[in-house]
């Protein structure tokens, strides 16, 4: 099918999913579960319109995955409002390193028993379902920044970091393709792709989001807008998401500490300036963000002499854009994996997920988590909330564009992509009535200690 037929067919998509979405909404499933089978309808397994294929198609898919994951990246850290030393951070920081290199090494030795994978494609596949996943975790991740949820907020910092704390394991396994590593090699890898990528892109993404966020509301202030916010916002990212690899830093780490340092701006600002909408808290991440005070003075205009308003407005303006574009890759990249599962269905990743699914994340959680004071509930509800997705396809492109290929390449993606497909169906089914549950006990719990 040609370009017409594409947008068609997206087209038709987005607009029944949006008519649809009240009956969508109360179903016990998330509407990428949905997308997935519409994709699986509508692919080589169904009426054959469209076809996707990761060997063919890689080198497109890996720069929309990419485009997918900054914007995504950028708006999680935008909404985490939290203070770093909040047991949530500290929860989030512990999933997205330590943890993940326990599952990328439970998973390692699972592909290299079950599946006979070498030890360098053992760690590629590892290194591809490491990720779990900024875009399609919206209905586990933090909504808005005035949701303070410590399970959610451990969630969507964990995905917005390990995006790109797992891509030097990736790069290692791409290297350990190509020969055996010398010791010189692997301290290079230690000390450059691992230790430098990580520093600098948090430095250089969480400097330029908060440079961009005191210039942009300074500008507000004084009368110069800066633009469309949506322009303001996309340069931001794309600056600095090239930036980062530039220095070789890990750039889809540095989009999301962009998208921290800027919220870090409008905390500030709210600390510094008292707004006479908002409540005075002792702990300003208490009071409601600046974006909330914005949007009811909108018709009026803004308060030029009140900089709430005015970094209000910029938040406001970067979590619109940052929506509006998720709402428009998120599905259309599930749509792009449920056709594509046709060409890459393999069955024996049904093992591989179980095991990841049911052990090895629920173990590297369990494990990294203690000594942080969380009840057994929320250890268990962490380990099991670790839906894989767009990061993982996008590590998959990426090695098939940069050396992986042949039998090995087909039986990796096949791996990749059904473990992801099954990551989207599982999790997408069992998160709300989870989380449902979970919300009755908190409620619960709240008119006993209130009666009491």
């Known amino acids: 099918m040609g370009f017409l037929g594409w ?15 009240g009956w969508i909404r109360p179903l016990p499933v998330t509407q990428f579960a949905l997308y997935l089978v519409v994709g699986v309808a509508v692919g080589p397994w169904g009426l054959q319109l469209l076809d996707v294929d990761f060997l063919v198609d890689a080198p497109w898919l890996a720069r929309l995955t990419e485009v997918a994951l900054v914007i ?6 935008l909404k985490i409002r939290v203070p770093w030393r909040a047991r949530s951070w500290r929860v989030a920081r512990r999933l997205a390193f330590p943890a993940m290199v326990l599952s990328m ?26 990720p779990t996943d900024p875009v399609l975790a919206s209905a586990i991740a933090v ?7 410590g399970l959610r907020v451990a969630l969507s910092g964990e995905a917005g ?11 290692l396994g791409l290297a350990w393709l ?9 301290g290079w890898w230690a000390l450059v792709e691992l230790l430098w990528g990580i520093g600098a892109g948090v430095a250089l993404g969480f400097g330029l989001g908060w440079l961009i966020g005191r210039l942009g509301t300074r500008l507000v202030t004084m009368g110069r807008d800066p633009g469309p916010g949506a322009l303001l916002t996309a340069g931001l990212i794309a600056v600095t998401y090239a930036a980062a690899e530039a220095i070789g830093a890990l750039g889809f780490l540095a989009v999301f500490a962009a998208g921290v340092g800027m919220r870090k701006v409008e905390v500030g600002v709210v600390q510094e300036y008292p707004h006479p909408r908002l409540p005075r808290e002792r702990d300003f991440t208490r009071t409601p963000p600046a974006e909330f005070v914005v949007r009811p003075v909108m018709q009026g205009g803004l308060d030029r002499d009140e900089p709430v308003e005015a970094v209000g407005h910029l938040v406001a303006e970067a979590l619109t854009f940052g ?5 428009l890759l ?18 024996q990743a049904l093992g591989v997920a179980a095991v990841l699914f049911v052990l090895i994340r629920p173990l590297a959680t369990w494990l990294t988590t203690i000594g942080l004071g969380l009840n057994w509930r929320r250890r268990l509800l962490l380990g099991w909330l670790g839906i894989r997705g767009i990061g993982g396809l996008n590590y998959l492109a990426y090695a098939l564009v940069h050396g992986l290929d042949g039998h090995a390449a087909r039986l990796v993606a096949g791996v990749a992509v059904t473990t992801i497909t099954l990551s989207v169906v599982v999790h997408g089914f069992s998160s709300q009535p989870l989380l449902a549950w979970r919300h009755r006990r908190i409620a619960a719990r709240r008119k006993a200690e209130a009666g009491g």
Request: negative net charge; glycine residues 12%.
């Open 330 to 347: 998120g599905p259309l990249l599930v749509l792009l994996l449920g056709i594509a599962l046709a060409r890459q269905w393999e069955p």
């Open 105 to 130: 090494g439970g998973t390692a030795l699972v592909a290299h028993g079950l599946l006979g994978l070498t030890w360098p494609l053992s760690l590629l596949l590892a290194a591809m379902l490491a």
């Open 178 to 186: 190509h020969g055996p590593l010398a010791w010189s090699a692997l």
């Open 161 to 171: 970091m390990n995006d790109g704390s797992a891509m030097p394991f990736l790069l």
């Open 72 to 77: 995504s990246l950028f708006a999680g850290g």
């Open 323 to 327: 929506s509006v574009m998720e709402h």
């Open 7 to 21: 947008m068609a067919a997206i087209g038709v998509l987005l607009m029944g999913m949006s008519l649809a979405a």
């Open 143 to 149: 909504d808005n920044a005035a949701d303070r949820d």
